[in-house]
C-alpha cells in the first residue's frame, strides 16, 4: 500500500509557475514509477508526465511539453511537478499517482491512468488570464 498525498496547488496569472508535491508513504518509493494527471469536471482524466523509478527517464503529454518538468527525490519519497508558463488551459485537478509496472509496462501504459496503483486525493490548479 501507498499513500500519496498532493500539495502544492493554487490559483496563478497566466504565464506564472506552480510545483507540485507529492508525498509518498507506507511502501519504498523507489519500487513506483510516478505519474501525473489532471482532470476537468466532465472530462477524462489526462495524462501530463511520468519519471521513471530512478527518475533515469520521464515522458509528457503533448499540451504541457516544453513546459513542464517531472522529477523526484527517492531520498524523501517526493515526487514533483514543475510547471511553468501555465496558461487557462491548464487549470485542472493535478493528481499523483504510483506505478508498479515493469519497464516494459512502463513504456506501454505510461498514459493509461487505468494501469496506476494508487492515487492521491489531488490537488486544484487555476490559471487565470
Known amino acids: 500500500q501507498v499513500q500519496l498525498v498532493e500539495s502544492g496547488g493554487g490559483a496563478v496569472q497566466a504565464g506564472d509557475s506552480l510545483r507540485l508535491s507529492c508525498a509518498a508513504s507506507g511502501s519504498t518509493f523507489g519500487f513506483y514509477a510516478m505519474g501525473w494527471f489532471r482532470q476537468v469536471p466532465g472530462k477524462e482524466r489526462e495524462f501530463v508526465a511520468v519519471i521513471s523509478w530512478s527518475a533515469g527517464n520521464s515522458l509528457y503529454g503533448d499540451s504541457v511539453k516544453g513546459r513542464f518538468t517531472a522529477s523526484r527525490d527517492n531520498a524523501k519519497n517526493t515526487a514533483y511537478l514543475q510547471m511553468n508558463s501555465l496558461k487557462p488551459d491548464d487549470t485542472a485537478v493535478y493528481y499523483c499517482?504510483?506505478?508498479?509496472?515493469?519497464?516494459?509496462?512502463?513504456?506501454?501504459?505510461?498514459?493509461?491512468?487505468?494501469?496506476?496503483?494508487?492515487w492521491g486525493q489531488g490537488t486544484q490548479v487555476t490559471v487565470s488570464s
Open positions: 499517482a504510483a506505478f508498479k509496472g515493469t519497464i516494459w509496462t512502463y513504456y506501454r501504459d505510461y498514459g493509461a491512468s487505468s494501469r496506476y496503483d494508487y
